[in-house]
C-alpha cells in the first residue's frame, strides 16, 4: 500500500507539554516512511484541516523538532471550535473532503473531552462514507478531568507547578505573618474538577504544613465553615494559605464569581475567586490578606515541567502513531498505572465512546473528610505525577522557546466558506 | 579584643534569595572566631530585638546552613515595622540594651529603605551613648528601588521570573488566539517604582514579541492611549500581552485601583490592577480577556532564582562580615556595575546617609518613547541580572526547602513591654 498521509492536530486549551506530543508524533510517523507520508499540522487545530491550512509538520529541520519538544504552548495553534451533529453539520464533510485532497488515512487528534467527541465523529463518518481513515485521540488535559486512563498528559506539569508554588508562597507567608499578611489566597484553575487544587496539597511536606484549606468544585462552599476554619488556623499557626479553585462554588452550584461572557462551547469563564475570597476575609476576619491568580502561567510553565509528564506527553505521541500504523483507530490512548511508587505505567488503547465528553471529576476518597484537603490515597495517586526535573535549555537567562513556521501545504481546494 | 556577638536581622518583604546572604553572613562569621563569638538572628527581624528573641544562628548545622542557602522566605522571620525617632522613640534604648546584654558589637541589617533608615539611627545612637558598635546594611528588595547600588540582591531572581512568566503565557496565549483569549493581563510588584515590570520586557527575543505593552508606575495611565494601542496590538498579531505594574497610577497620582488597607509604614495596598485593566478592555474592546496576579510567587520563586542574583546575595552578606571586622559601620554594602555583558561587578561601600528612605525609580532612558516598553539600555543593564540558573535541589519532584530551628539564646533582660 503506498504511504498516506497523516493529520495532526492540537485541540483545546494548551499544556506545557503538549509540543512534546507534537514532536513526538512528527518523530515517530519519519521512522515510518512505508506507510506515512506527510505530517501535516493543522494550522490552529481543527480550523486549519476546515480551511485547508496545513502545515508540512514533517518538513521541519531536526534542530526546530528537538526546540518544539521543549516549548510551552500550541505549536501549530489550537482553537475552542465546538462541531455539531455530522448528520445536520456541513463542516464534516468538509473535514472528508480536505482529508481525501489531501489523502489523509490518518487523523491524530490531540486533545480533551470535547475532541475525544469529534474524533469519534470523524471516525464514524469516515467509515460511512467508505473513506479509509484511522483516527487515534491523544489525551492533553491541564485538567486530568479524561476517564479511561490513569492521569492526562500536561496535567503532571501544572500539577507541579501549583504544588511549587504553593509551597514557595508559604514560606513567604510564614517569615512575615506576625506584622504582615496573615492569609494567602491562590486561585488555581479547574472549573469542574479539582484535579489541580488537589495538586497544591503535595506542597505540605508535614501534617500542618501550607497549603491549610483547599477549596475544591466538588465540595460546596460553605462561607461560616471557610472562615471559621481561616480563623482557627491563623489562631494556631499565624498564618493561613488558601488554594481555591477557580471552579469553587456554592451548594446551589452557582459559582462565586462568574462572568457574562461565555466561551465557544459554553463554559462560563471564570476567574476572580481568589479576590472574592479575599474581600471576604478582610471583611469578616479583618486580617490582612494577599491573594494570586496563576491563570496561564501555571499551564505554560514549561520550566517548572515534570519529568514524569513530559515522558508521558512523548509516549502517548507514539503510541498514537503505533496504533495508527496498525489500524488501530476509534481509540484514545490511555495511560494505565501499575505501580505508584516508583510509578511504573503501560499504554493501552480505549474506545472512544468511553472517553468523549465525559468528565472525571476528584473522586471523594481523594477529598479528606472534612473537604478542606486531600487524603493519602491522593497523595499517592498524584506525587508520581510530579516527579522528576525537565528543564528546558537556557539562553541569556531565559528558556530558549522557539516560534516554528513550517510550510503549508499547497491547496488543492477552492476556499473555504465558514460557516 | 575579647570576639563580640553579631546581631543579624532580616527586614521587610522577603525574596527567593534573602536566606543566601543569611547563609553567607553566618558562614563568613564562624570563620572569624578571634573576632566574633555568636550569630545571633532576631526572630522576625527587629522585633526578635526588641524581645529578646535572638536565635543561635551560629549554631546551625552544616546541612541546615546548606538548606537554608536555597530556601526562599526569611528563615528566622522578618517584619513590617517602623521605628520612630531616637529621641522620642524610646524602643531603640530598648535596642541598645539588648545589644549590651548580648554584647553585641556588629548590627548587620538586612533590608530595603526603611531598614537602612533604622540601621543609621542605630549606628548614631549607639555613637552618642558610647556603646561600641559597627552597623553595616546589606541590600536586599524585590522592589530595586534602593540608591547608589548597581542592583538589588532579590531583584535579579524576581526579575527572571517574571520575564520567564510572561514569555511562557505569550507562547499559550498566541497559540489560542483566533476562537480564544485575545488579551492577557499580568500584574507584577512594583508600589511606586517599575523595576520588576520594566524586567518582563526580557520576555521578548525579536521586535513584536510579548510583552506588548508595559504599564509603568512612572508613566501615568491614559486610558484612551491603552486602549488604541491594545486594539493596534491586537489588529496587528492577533493577540496583546500586557504587563502592568501594581503602582500603575492616573496622571493625578490616584492609582487605578486601591484598598482602603495600609502598611505599617502607611503604604497603600495594591492589588487588583490586572482584574480592573481585564474589565475595561472587555468593557470597551469586547476582546476576551485573561489575566494573572503573581503576588508572592514572583518573590519566593527560588526554583527559578537567577545565579547572577543568588551569587550577589551571597557576596553582599561576606562584605557585610568584611565590614564589620574591619570595624567599617553606617555603610551599606553596594554593587558596582563594571561591565555589562558578561556583568562584571565589585562591591562596595556607601554611607547609609545616601540611602536611607531614598527610593530609586526607574529611570527615563529606560523607558520607551511611547511609555510602554523598555529601551536597548534597560535590556543591556537587565539582561545579565536574570543570568544563569540556580535550582535548588529537589526531593519527591519539589524544591527542598527546610524549616530551621535554631535555638533561642538564653534571656538576660526582663521581659519587653511592646510600646
Chains 1, 2 share one sequence.
Not at 491523544?138 to 498528559?153: E, M, Q, R, S, Y
Not at 501549583?162 to 514557595?168: D, G, M, P, Y
Amino acid at each position: 500500500m503506498a504511504p498516506r498521509n497523516l493529520f495532526y492536530a492540537q485541540s483545546g486549551g494548551v499544556t506545557a507539554v503538549i509540543n512534546a506530543t507534537a514532536a513526538a508524533v512528527i518523530e515517530t510517523a519519519r521512522r515510518h516512511p512505508e506507510a506515512i507520508g506527510k505530517v501535516l499540522a493543522g494550522r490552529n487545530g481543527i480550523l486549519g484541516a476546515l480551511r485547508e491550512e496545513l502545515y508540512e509538520a514533517s518538513a521541519l529541520a531536526d534542530g526546530d523538532l528537538a526546540a518544539l519538544a521543549h516549548t510551552p504552548g500550541g505549536a501549530f495553534g489550537s482553537c475552542r471550535y465546538k462541531l455539531g451533529e455530522p448528520g445536520s453539520d456541513p463542516r464534516y464533510q468538509r473535514l472528508l473532503e480536505v482529508f481525501r485532497a489531501h489523502d489523509i488515512g490518518y487523523f491524530l487528534y490531540n486533545g480533551g473531552n470535547d475532541s475525544a467527541d469529534t474524533c469519534l465523529k470523524v471516525a464514524r463518518l469516515a467509515r460511512e462514507c467508505g473513506w479509509p481513515l484511522v483516527a487515534v485521540h491523544i489525551p492533553k488535559t491541564v485538567d486530568n478531568d479524561l476517564p479511561a486512563t490513569d492521569c492526562c498528559p500536561g496535567f503532571g506539569s501544572v500539577a507541579k507547578y501549583v504544588a511549587v508554588s504553593t509551597r514557595e508562597a508559604a514560606f513567604d507567608v510564614a517569615s512575615m505573618a506576625e506584622t504582615s499578611t496573615r492569609v494567602f489566597i491562590l486561585e488555581v484553575m479547574g472549573r469542574h474538577a479539582g484535579w489541580i487544587a488537589a495538586a497544591t496539597g503535595l506542597a505540605a511536606a508535614e501534617p500542618g504544613d501550607a497549603p491549610h484549606l483547599i477549596l475544591f468544585p466538588e465540595v460546596p462552599f460553605d462561607e461560616a465553615r471557610f472562615l471559621a476554619r481561616v480563623e482557627a488556623v491563623v489562631g494556631e499557626r499565624g498564618y493561613c494559605v488558601v488554594v481555591a479553585a477557580e471552579g469553587t462554588s456554592r451548594g446551589d452550584g452557582s459559582p462565586l464569581v462568574a462572568s457574562a461572557r461565555v466561551d465557544a462551547f459554553g463554559h462560563r469563564q471564570l476567574g476572580g475567586v481568589a479576590p472574592t475570597l479575599a474581600a471576604l476575609v478582610e471583611a469578616r476576619l479583618n486580617l490582612k490578606v494577599h491573594w494570586a491568580v496563576a491563570d496561564y502561567l501555571q499551564r505554560s510553565a514549561r520550566h517548572l515541567a515534570s519529568a514524569t509528564d513530559l515522558e508521558l506527553a512523548q509516549a502517548v505521541g507514539r503510541a498514537a502513531v503505533e496504533y495508527a500504523l496498525a489500524g488501530h483507530g476509534g481509540v484514545m490512548v490511555a495511560v494505565e498505572r501499575l505501580a505508584d511508587r516508583p510509578y511504573r505505567w503501560s499504554l493501552g488503547a480505549v474506545p472512544l465512546e468511553e472517553v468523549a465528553n465525559r468528565e472525571r471529576k476528584l473522586p471523594a476518597e481523594f477529598i479528606a473528610a472534612d473537604g478542606f484537603g486531600i487524603t493519602a490515597a491522593a497523595r499517592a495517586y498524584l506525587a508520581p505525577l510530579v516527579a522528576g526535573e525537565a528543564p528546558p535549555p537556557y539562553r541569556d537567562g531565559l528558556p530558549d522557546y522557539r516560534r516554528l513556521s513550517p510550510p503549508l501545504a499547497e491547496r488543492r481546494l477552492a476556499p473555504w466558506r465558514d460557516a
